[in-house]
């Protein structure tokens, strides 16, 4: 572990009332409380984590996966897309951490594609016995590229039916307006 802490570049965001039951996370390795109820967005330039191997300061290398299947999805709708992930060598068990009590065993991988040209990818566990239970899943979205670079937000929830992925990562994928 490194004696000086990495710098984070998060935003914190409090969720409309309508996602209370939605629980945010901090990545693992970030020593900044979290308020409870706020939800924190990371941001990471793709670029700056190729050039350091995926390290810490790249959320644990986790969006050079993402970058491998972020294209998967062709459309709005979600789609399932872990065999086509594990095709090109990315599945949600590289996605697991530890940092938030007992590791969660992560079975899919979603995506979609909206507009303006960001993709977003959700990894999390979806039961078989109970494919609509909430489940903790993390987001990326990854960004159109201004000003050459390519980045990605990163966002840890908890309490998240599958349906509803969607519609949260489309509030969370746009940039958050100023106070």
């Not at 570049?9 to 901090?26: A, C, K, L, M, R």
């Not at 390290?55 to 644990?60: E, L, M, N």
């Not at 999805?73 to 697991?96: C, E, H, N």
């Not at 909206?114 to 979806?126: E, H, K, L, P, T």
Request: charged share 15%; proline share 7%; glycine share 10%.
């Amino acid at each position: 572990m490194s004696k000086s802490p990495v710098a984070q570049s998060y935003t914190d965001i409090i969720p409309p009332n309508v996602w209370n039951s939605v629980q945010g996370y901090v990545a693992s390795g970030d020593t900044q409380t979290l308020q409870s109820g706020h939800w924190r967005r990371y941001l990471i330039d793709l670029e700056t984590c190729q050039a350091n191997g995926g390290k810490t300061a790249c959320r644990g290398g986790y969006v050079l996966l993402v970058e491998k299947i972020h294209n998967l999805a062709k459309s709005a709708s979600l789609v399932d897309i872990t065999k086509a992930a594990a095709a090109r060598g990315v599945t949600p068990k590289q996605f697991m951490t530890r940092g938030r009590g007992k590791p969660v065993h992560l079975t899919r991988i979603f995506a979609t594609k909206q507009a303006g040209g960001i993709d977003m990818v959700f990894v999390g566990r979806v039961a078989d016995d109970a494919p609509n239970a909430p489940g903790q899943w993390t987001l990326f979205c990854r960004l159109p590229k201004p000003k050459q670079t390519t980045q990605y937000f990163q966002v840890h929830l908890g309490g998240v039916q599958p349906t509803d992925l969607r519609l949260i990562g489309a509030l969370l994928c746009k940039p958050v307006p100023s106070n």
